[in-house]
Protein backbone atom coordinates (compact mmCIF):
# COMPACT_ATOMS: atom_id res chain seq x y z
CA UNK A 1 0.00 0.00 0.00
CA UNK A 2 0.75 4.16 -0.37
CA UNK A 3 2.04 5.93 1.92
CA UNK A 4 -0.96 8.08 3.25
CA UNK A 5 -1.70 11.22 0.94
CA UNK A 6 -0.04 14.44 2.83
CA UNK A 7 1.58 12.43 5.33
CA UNK A 8 4.33 14.77 4.46
CA UNK A 9 2.44 18.47 4.77
CA UNK A 10 4.06 21.22 7.23
CA UNK A 11 0.93 23.55 7.32
CA UNK A 12 -0.48 23.80 10.39
CA UNK A 13 -3.75 22.57 11.52
CA UNK A 14 -4.98 26.04 11.52
CA UNK A 15 -4.45 27.52 8.40
CA UNK A 16 -6.29 24.08 7.20
CA UNK A 17 -8.96 24.77 9.01
CA UNK A 18 -9.54 28.33 8.13
CA UNK A 19 -9.20 27.19 4.16
CA UNK A 20 -11.99 23.93 4.98
CA UNK A 21 -14.01 26.89 6.28
CA UNK A 22 -13.61 28.98 3.29
CA UNK A 23 -13.95 27.16 1.06
CA UNK A 24 -17.61 25.95 2.62
CA UNK A 25 -18.62 29.29 2.94
CA UNK A 26 -17.51 30.12 -0.52
CA UNK A 27 -19.92 26.98 -2.01
CA UNK A 28 -22.82 28.54 -0.09
CA UNK A 29 -22.71 27.29 3.66
CA UNK A 30 -25.08 29.92 5.80
CA UNK A 31 -22.79 28.94 9.48
CA UNK A 32 -19.60 27.30 9.52
CA UNK A 33 -18.04 26.55 13.09
CA UNK A 34 -15.39 24.33 14.06
CA UNK A 35 -15.73 21.69 16.65
CA UNK A 36 -13.09 21.13 19.45
CA UNK A 37 -12.51 18.47 21.91
CA UNK A 38 -10.07 19.04 24.55
CA UNK A 39 -8.91 22.46 23.05
CA UNK A 40 -8.27 20.44 19.58
CA UNK A 41 -10.50 21.31 16.82
CA UNK A 42 -12.24 17.27 15.94
CA UNK A 43 -15.01 18.42 13.05
CA UNK A 44 -16.27 21.33 11.12
CA UNK A 45 -20.12 21.92 11.24
CA UNK A 46 -22.02 23.86 9.17
CA UNK A 47 -25.43 24.72 7.55
CA UNK A 48 -26.50 24.81 4.14
CA UNK A 49 -29.76 25.43 2.20
CA UNK A 50 -31.58 22.57 0.75
CA UNK A 51 -34.64 22.44 -1.59
CA UNK A 52 -35.95 20.38 2.01
CA UNK A 53 -34.68 23.36 3.48
CA UNK A 54 -31.73 24.58 5.70
CA UNK A 55 -30.10 21.15 7.30
CA UNK A 56 -27.03 20.96 9.47
CA UNK A 57 -24.21 18.97 8.89
CA UNK A 58 -21.33 17.93 11.19
CA UNK A 59 -18.11 16.30 9.24
CA UNK A 60 -15.35 14.31 11.42
CA UNK A 61 -11.76 14.65 11.48
CA UNK A 62 -10.55 12.08 13.17
CA UNK A 63 -6.89 12.88 14.10
CA UNK A 64 -6.43 9.62 16.28
CA UNK A 65 -7.36 6.77 13.50
CA UNK A 66 -4.99 9.47 11.22
CA UNK A 67 -2.75 8.98 14.34
CA UNK A 68 -2.73 5.23 14.02
CA UNK A 69 -2.66 5.00 10.04
CA UNK A 70 0.37 6.93 10.37
CA UNK A 71 2.10 4.91 13.18
CA UNK A 72 1.21 1.44 11.32
CA UNK A 73 2.96 2.99 8.27
CA UNK A 74 5.74 4.53 9.90
CA UNK A 75 6.31 0.94 11.59
CA UNK A 76 6.30 -0.79 8.21
CA UNK A 77 8.63 1.61 6.48
CA UNK A 78 5.65 2.86 4.19
CA UNK A 79 6.65 6.95 5.80
CA UNK A 80 10.26 7.69 4.37
CA UNK A 81 10.21 11.72 4.88
CA UNK A 82 10.80 13.69 8.12
CA UNK A 83 12.35 12.12 11.39
CA UNK A 84 11.04 9.41 13.08
CA UNK A 85 10.27 11.44 15.95
CA UNK A 86 7.75 13.89 13.64
CA UNK A 87 6.31 11.68 10.88
CA UNK A 88 3.88 9.84 13.13
CA UNK A 89 3.02 11.88 15.81
CA UNK A 90 -0.05 12.92 17.08
CA UNK A 91 0.45 16.51 15.69
CA UNK A 92 1.33 15.43 12.14
CA UNK A 93 -1.04 13.61 12.21
CA UNK A 94 -3.76 16.34 13.34
CA UNK A 95 -1.76 18.39 10.33
CA UNK A 96 -2.51 15.26 8.07
CA UNK A 97 -5.73 14.80 9.11
CA UNK A 98 -6.89 18.25 7.94
CA UNK A 99 -5.73 18.75 5.17
CA UNK A 100 -6.97 15.23 3.86
CA UNK A 101 -10.22 16.69 4.69
CA UNK A 102 -9.22 19.94 3.00
CA UNK A 103 -8.62 18.33 -0.43
CA UNK A 104 -11.83 15.94 -0.18
CA UNK A 105 -14.03 18.80 -0.03
CA UNK A 106 -13.30 20.32 -3.41
CA UNK A 107 -13.67 17.27 -5.09
CA UNK A 108 -16.96 16.51 -3.71
CA UNK A 109 -18.18 20.03 -3.80
CA UNK A 110 -17.08 19.91 -7.50
CA UNK A 111 -19.41 16.95 -8.47
CA UNK A 112 -21.94 18.66 -6.51
CA UNK A 113 -21.52 22.03 -8.75
CA UNK A 114 -21.62 19.36 -11.78
CA UNK A 115 -25.08 18.07 -10.74
CA UNK A 116 -23.17 14.68 -10.94
CA UNK A 117 -24.41 14.21 -7.27
CA UNK A 118 -26.59 16.60 -4.91
CA UNK A 119 -25.69 17.62 -1.95
CA UNK A 120 -27.75 14.92 0.02
CA UNK A 121 -25.79 12.09 -1.37
CA UNK A 122 -22.26 13.30 -0.96
CA UNK A 123 -23.09 14.71 2.58
CA UNK A 124 -25.88 12.37 3.99
CA UNK A 125 -23.29 10.56 6.19
CA UNK A 126 -22.92 13.55 7.81
CA UNK A 127 -26.38 15.01 8.53
CA UNK A 128 -26.84 16.33 12.09
CA UNK A 129 -30.03 15.24 13.60
CA UNK A 130 -31.94 17.34 16.20
CA UNK A 131 -30.43 15.39 19.15
CA UNK A 132 -26.85 16.30 17.82
CA UNK A 133 -26.08 13.35 16.15
CA UNK A 134 -25.19 12.56 12.97
CA UNK A 135 -27.01 10.31 10.50
CA UNK A 136 -24.59 7.59 10.28
CA UNK A 137 -23.58 7.52 13.71
CA UNK A 138 -27.72 6.53 14.32
CA UNK A 139 -27.80 4.21 11.41
CA UNK A 140 -24.06 2.60 12.97
CA UNK A 141 -25.87 2.22 16.04
CA UNK A 142 -28.32 0.11 14.21
CA UNK A 143 -30.91 2.26 15.75
CA UNK A 144 -31.76 2.89 12.16
CA UNK A 145 -31.34 -0.64 10.14
CA UNK A 146 -31.61 -0.70 6.74
CA UNK A 147 -33.52 -3.42 5.55
CA UNK A 148 -32.36 -6.70 3.37
CA UNK A 149 -32.97 -6.00 -0.57
CA UNK A 150 -35.09 -8.08 -2.31
CA UNK A 151 -32.05 -10.78 -2.78
CA UNK A 152 -31.43 -10.93 0.91
CA UNK A 153 -28.70 -9.87 3.16
CA UNK A 154 -25.00 -9.76 1.36
Same mark, same amino acid.
Given at each position: ???? /??????? %??????? !?? =?????????????????????????????????????? +????? %??????????????? +???????????? !? =???????? /???????????????????????? +??????????? +???????????? %????????
Amino acid at each position: MAAP /VNYTTTV %EVHKTVG !EV =QALLADHGADRVGIEYRDSQPVGVSFTLRLPAGTRAFM +LPVDV %EAMHRLLQSKDSSGE +LRSGTKANRASR !E =QAARVSWR /VVKDWLPAQLTLVDSTMVTVEQVF +LPYLQLDDGRT +LFEVYSTSELAL %EPGPDGPG
